[in-house]
């Protein structure tokens, strides 16, 4: 962590509980008022301890982030050459390109990857590229912080999303916004579980409280068609095999990947929506 990261993350942070002021200390952060004190693990604050359900799908989807199993391995190279997912428009991308220099960027559920160096990650899992510990619904941020929120397909794996949501507006500065892409025709993938796919009406529904909501088609139909195509056979024929699965996915998407470019000629806020395989909100405070 860089040294201007740590002093923007320590100038903004406060207690997860009682939101009161919080004293960094060498080995840990304490809260004087309700006496919390969370450790430090190479300079990064620990305030959430996941307790999680270890099932074979999310053991599959951590070992893929981890590239750290043979099977893993392939599925990520393979999924570099031949995918269903594609995006005629990288919302990310222009949605940072919108923030200025000095103002404060979270992503919530960052796992381990670096959108950018001004980028402050915020995750419940202590990943490489990681600053904060936190549950996404009960974050160390002071109210009404920060200027831009980033949730890359999170709220599926959020138990209870609408107070993720609800979290994301306390934190949010008047005229923050919150860029949000959720699945929506889309197979199960639990890591650590996956509780929920999203529609149009349920983004609008969510985002209600804010005070403007534009959603679009972030990966349109024909992703969304070509992913399930080859995830039923693949699933169909492998079983339990994780192994097997990866080769016959791979198998069926060769002859039909390139299928998902027909995206392109989709409009992003017409009917395509209702059968999308992603949508992305941006949400105005």
């Known amino acids: 962590m860089t040294l201007t990261r740590l002093q923007q993350i320590k100038n903004i942070i406060e207690c997860p509980y009682c939101h009161s002021e919080i004293e960094w200390l060498k080995d840990y952060v304490l809260c004087e008022k309700c006496s919390c004190n969370f450790p430090i693990e190479s300079a990064v604050p620990i305030f959430y301890k996941p307790d999680v359900k270890s099932t074979a799908e ?16 392939i599925y990520n190279k393979g999924r570099k050459l031949i995918s269903s997912e594609f995006m005629p428009k990288n919302h990310i991308l ?17 796992g381990n990857r670096r959108l950018r160096g001004d980028v402050i990650n915020l995750d419940i899992f202590l990943f490489p590229n990681v600053d904060i510990v936190a549950d996404g619904v009960k974050t160390p941020f002071k109210n009404n912080i920060v200027d831009f929120v980033v949730l890359d397909t999170v709220l599926e794996h959020v138990p209870e999303p609408g107070k ?40 609008d529904f969510l985002f209600k409280d804010f005070s403007d909501c534009k959603v679009e088609l972030n990966m349109g139909p024909t992703s969304a068609m070509v992913n399930l195509f080859s995830e039923y056979f693949a699933v169909a024929i492998s079983g339990e095999n994780k192994f097997i699965y990866t080769l016959c996915k791979g198998a069926i998407l060769i002859p039909t990947f390139f299928l998902k470019y027909l995206d392109v000629f989709w409009n992003p806020t017409g009917r395509g929506i209702n059968i999308a395989s992603h949508l992305c909100a941006v949400a105005k405070k």
Do not use: W
Not at 197 to 202: A, I, R
């Open 164 to 203: 993720i949501i609800a979290e994301i507006f306390r934190i949010l500065k008047p005229g923050g916004e919150c860029i949000c892409i959720v699945p929506f025709i889309f197979p199960y993938h639990g890591y650590p579980a996956h509780y929920f796919n999203f529609s149009k009406d349920g983004l």
């Open 58 to 73: 999310s053991r599959f989807q951590s070992e893929q982030m981890f590239d750290n199993t043979f099977t893993a391995k």
């Open 94 to 110: 222009e949605f940072l390109k919108r923030t200025n220099s000095g103002d404060i960027i979270i992503e919530i559920g960052s």
